[in-house]
């Protein structure tokens, strides 16, 4: 039997639950071997900042993972991702991100925001009515529905649908993870996922066409520039792009970021007393614990990559996770301060396919700590926090907690 290379071994790790809690102890066992680490014939590892900063914005990286060599990575037919703008290169993706700006505009953002308020006081309330002393999981009660509302009306989708809408965005979201991490049953669930969204998001664009309200999907269906037009099958799946990235990242930024700061009392006494410090500290919990682990690009040509030669079809992996606890950048980077400068963090990726929904994640952010916070003067641990069991997209299963007046 040929012996497991690196990747294997990694991955394997990476399906523990040990690696789960904390995968950070890891991925310092590979900083230090190299700048670029090859962990398989065709699979090499970054880890450092500057080079995970440095490779994603390489111009002769692609992002399609169909260049890729490895046969896992081989699709027999198109699928949502091989479609998508998260892997999608220039020119195609310069034209489509041109006009999705056009219609995911700042101020449709900032006019998220008293909605986005309006939904936590609302989830923040139910959970206040409770019996008194009952724990409460606040990733079901708070941090899975506050990203979901604020995407559905985003997007227009009407509220009794959001229930379905939602278990198909958490089939979905698995597709994000490395194939090795996948069997063929979680694959099958995963195209059934998407089957049954795409064809929800189908229905809906065509009764915004005939229909067109304020919400997204009714943009991005009138944007034109220079008479272009974003096809129906681009705006579907931008639909399901949105969702993903822009809904299941959040709720893990909420989850991890409530869970972290539980876990270190003196930096969660010092946002009560000082809110104006919850902006600053999002960054931070971002940096410290991010929502997205790792993302890859495929090498256009044969290259001399950080000093290594890479051929063309190789796969970058980019550790987004260990790139953001890099001690040559974040001084002592495995303690949560919230007073930290942490804005060079990697969590919203970098380069052309920098999050598009980063200034929303942002918002959201802010909104579900700050209310937490200010409506209850008590938090804590009511119970063990369960991981969900995926490892590009990190986040909690379930966060048990205490919440309360004193």
Known sequence: MAEATQAERFFLAAMSPGFREDPYPLYETYRGRGRLL???DTIWFALGHGDVTTLLRHPKLSS????????AAKQDEPTW??????????????RLRGLVARAFTPKRIADLRPTSEAIAARLLDAIAAREPGTPVDLIEAFAYPLPV?????????????????TAWSRGVARSLDPSVLRSTA????????ERALMAYLEDLLALRRRQPGDDLLSALVAVEADGDRIAPQEVVDLAL?????????????????VLALLRAPDQLALLRRSPDLIANAIDELLRFD???????????????????????GDEIMMVLGAANRDPAVF?????????????RHVAFGGGIHHCLGATLARVEGHVALHALLARFPHVALAGTPTRRPTFTLRGLEALPVELGNA
């Open 241 to 257: 792009l949105l969702l993903i990235a822009g809904h299941e990242t959040t709720v893990n930024l909420i989850g991890n970021g």
């Open 38 to 40: 090859r962990m398989a």
């Open 64 to 71: 399609n993972e169909t260049r890729a060599t490895t046969e």
């Open 331 to 343: 001084a002592d980077p495995h303690r949560l301060d919230v007073t930290r400068d942490a804005r």
């Open 186 to 193: 979680i694959d099958a669930a995963i195209a059934e996922a």
């Open 290 to 312: 991010g929502p997205v682990q790792m993302t890859q690009r495929i090498a256009t040509e044969d290259l001399d990559l950080l000093g290594h030669p890479v051929r063309a």
């Open 149 to 165: 509302q604020v995407i559905s009306a985003l997007l227009g989708v009407p509220a009794a649908d959001q229930a379905a809408f």
């Open 81 to 94: 991702e091989s479609r998508s703008l998260l892997f999608m290169d220039p020119p195609d993706h310069t």
